[in-house]
Structure formats: structure tokens, C-alpha cells
């Protein structure tokens, strides 16, 4: 078996800061995928990278840049954070299979914006 | 535009009882189709998936699914709930294109 790893397990920004999240798997998935997770709402996709060098923008990249540093990792910044944003950001990763495999999911950063 | 809807935010079922959780799916053709668990503070885990072949397929801690092409549909049951089994449940669905699509989950408390 394998784990995703997420740091920080919360995080605390004030308004217009730039913060970083990590997310690290050891199952040598090629994919993976940043989710951010509202309360009351579903997985919205901010950005995926099928392998290690590539990277994609799902529905909700605005606001947020990513980077594959290597295949076990991959980053995410929110690039200007917005005043009482709270919000729970869930990395994934699976198999590079075309999109229909099973995604194993991390236990997520907790993001509040003072 | 494709979308999976779970029209039941909260539902709860008294232990022992059954259980059916609603999912909807919206798209041009047959998707690939799960359904994942989250327990409090943790990340989703996956119950069960269909791809093809028998409409009811079954998963872990004896829920299953099935899957209903004229409906659209893909509901989950538990014939017996466990107070464990509380925790929010969520449908997802994606055409193989590495986009995932969820649903907005739905809330299950199990009461004794």
C-alpha cells in the first residue's frame, strides 16, 4: 500500500498572502490532482498533472499556480489569499489510465484566511 | 455540461435500517462511476466503482451500487447501517479524460 502525505495539516494566512501547500505519494502514481473542498459543496478540480513534467488547469485554477517537482510531489499556491476564505484542499493521485482509475486521496489542508 | 448531483444533502437512518443514497449523473454518453466516503477530518476513500458489465456492483463494508442507463442513475445501498457507517458519502463521475467530476455529498448520521 501506499500514503499521501499533505503539510500543513492547517494553515493560517492573513489577506493578500501567498501560501504553499504539499502533497507527497509514495504509491508512484504518474497523476495527480489538487481538489479544493467547500462546505456543503462537492471537489472542485484547480489543477491535475497526468506525469511528471506536465501540468493542467481544471475549473477553478484562477487564483492558484501548481508545480510537479517530481513525480512523488506536487504543489499548490494560492497566490493572493482572500479575507475569511476557509476551505479544505485535497491532493490526489492515480495511475495514469486515462481518467478512470481510482484516485487515492490525501487527509487534506484546512485553509483559514484571517 | 456533465455534472453528477446527490439531491439528498443529509440523510439519517436509524442503525440496522437500509439505506439508499440518490446519485444523478449528466452527460453525453455512459461515464465511469464511483462513490467515495469521507470519515471526519479524513480524505475520501473509494466504496466502489462501475465501469461496465453487471449494473450492481458491489464494494467494501457491504454497500453496492447500481447503475440505471434509462434513469441516469447510480444509487447506493447498505441493507443493515453500523453507527460507523456515518460519515459524508460522495458520487463522482469522469468520461476517461482525467477530469473527475463530484457531486456535492451527501451527509449520512446513523442514529441508534
Known amino acids: 500500500g501506499g500514503i499521501i502525505t499533505q503539510t500543513p495539516k492547517f494553515l493560517i494566512g492573513q489577506e493578500g498572502q501567498k501560501l504553499t501547500l504539499k502533497c507527497q505519494q509514495n504509491f508512484n502514481h504518474d497523476t495527480m490532482y489538487w481538489y479544493r473542498q467547500d462546505s456543503g459543496k462537492g471537489l472542485r478540480l484547480i489543477y491535475y498533472?497526468?506525469?511528471?513534467?506536465?501540468?493542467q488547469k481544471g475549473d477553478l485554477s484562477e487564483g492558484y499556480d501548481a508545480s510537479r517537482e517530481k513525480k512523488s510531489s506536487f504543489s499548490l499556491t494560492v497566490t493572493s489569499a482572500q479575507k475569511n476564505e476557509m476551505a479544505v484542499f485535497l491532493c490526489a493521485s492515480s495511475i495514469i489510465t486515462g481518467g478512470y482509475a481510482e484516485q487515492f486521496f490525501g487527509p487534506g489542508t484546512r485553509l483559514t484566511v484571517l | 455540461a456533465q455534472s453528477v448531483t446527490q439531491p439528498d444533502a443529509r440523510v439519517t437512518v436509524s442503525e440496522g435500517a437500509s439505506l439508499q443514497l440518490r446519485c444523478k449523473y449528466s452527460?453525453?454518453?455512459?461515464?465511469?462511476l464511483f462513490w467515495y466516503v469521507q470519515y471526519q477530518r479524513q480524505g475520501l476513500q473509494l466504496l466502489l466503482k462501475?465501469?461496465?458489465?453487471?449494473?450492481v456492483v458491489q464494494g467494501v463494508n457491504g454497500f453496492e451500487a447500481e447503475f440505471s442507463k434509462s434513469d441516469s442513475s447510480f444509487h447506493l445501498r447498505k441493507a443493515s447501517v453500523h453507527w460507523s457507517d456515518s460519515a459524508v458519502y460522495f458520487c463522482a463521475a469522469s468520461m476517461g479524460n482525467y477530469k473527475y467530476v463530484f457531486g456535492a455529498g451527501t451527509r449520512l448520521k446513523v442514529i441508534a
Open positions: 498533472s497526468i506525469t511528471e513534467n506536465d501540468l
Open positions: 452527460y453525453s454518453g455512459t461515464p465511469y
Open positions: 462501475y465501469y461496465s458489465g453487471d449494473p
